[in-house]
């Protein structure tokens, strides 16, 4: 039995249900969400009547928190995940006249209105920037209609294009705990986390904060886009570099040779 395993107590009950009915059916959790710094259900150790036989991990960033945790080593196997093909280009080849900035919250209202809100904050004192919103693809219909409302007459633009068009056009992200920042770091763009005063950070790539540009305020903002853009839009090639590894190895390609051992 293959289920999800993201640290939610149905998956613990449905494991044990499943050992009680028959202890000797072969279970598997497949992990594949983000893990923010203080994200810590799914890498806690229970009864192993509650965890399944094997953990199935989607990179190497979450097979090596949950060995870091106390897993065993022939507990978790790294299969990946499914991704298309990549669409990157030289940033130099980038539309460049656009200079976008993509923002990419997750579904939730609050999350939303977050980023939006910080991003009027900076075109208040640089209207020169262009924003663009990305909602995610689970958001509903009817926060999808308040949001359009919201940004009526407001210089930030609601995307209808496919992700690869609006990583394309881009080359900064600001986001805060969604799986696409993976993506648009794959892609070229510099990720810019939006933290909130007083809050846990929920930044998927907080392991490498030190190698990636760090704001608290929409003037540190216009700061660093300032000078990114003095710059041509070019990064130090030793941080982007760092960042991108990291970021191939949280979301790694599939292992055809891992999952056929299963």
């Known amino acids: 039995v293959i289920f999800t395993y993201e640290g939610l107590p149905w998956e613990k009950l449905l494991n044990y249900k499943i050992k009680e009915y028959n202890s000797k059916i072969q279970t598997y959790g497949y992990f594949f969400s983000v893990v923010s710094e203080f994200h810590n259900s799914p890498f806690i150790k229970f009864n192993s009547k509650y965890e399944p ?3 199935l ?14 897993f065993k080593k022939n507990k978790i196997i790294n299969i990946g995940l499914s991704k298309k093909k990549k669409i990157a ?3 130099e080849k ?3 006249i656009k200079k976008n ?3 990419i919250p997750e579904a939730f209202e609050e999350e939303i209105l977050n980023l939006v809100n910080f991003s009027l904050k900076v075109l208040k004192k640089n209207n020169k920037i262009n924003f663009v919103l990305r909602l995610h693809p689970s958001t509903e219909p009817k926060l999808l209609n308040k949001i359009k409302s919201y940004l009526i007459d407001k210089k930030i633009k609601l995307s209808t294009a496919s992700l690869e068009k609006d990583l394309n056009k881009s080359n900064m992200v600001l986001y805060r705990g969604s799986s696409t920042v993976i993506k648009a770091v794959k892609e070229n ?3 810019v986390y939006v933290p909130i005063k007083d809050e846990l950070s ?5 392991d490498i904060r030190k190698h990636k540009p760090e704001i608290n305020s929409p003037d540190d903002f216009i700061l660093l886009y300032d000078n990114f853009n003095k710059n041509k839009f070019k990064r130090p090639n030793k941080n982007i570099n760092r960042i991108k590894k990291f970021c191939d190895e949280y979301l790694s390609d599939i292992h055809q040779k891992n999952i056929s051992k299963i």
Do not use: H
């Open 94 to 96: 980038r539309n460049l």
């Open 53 to 55: 036989d094997i953990i």
């Open 101 to 103: 900035c993509l923002l």
């Open 57 to 70: 991990s989607s990179g190497f960033f979450a097979k090596k928190k949950f060995l870091k945790n106390g």
């Open 202 to 206: 929920i930044d998927p790539l907080f």
């Open 89 to 91: 280009t030289k940033i």
């Open 189 to 191: 763009l510099l990720p």
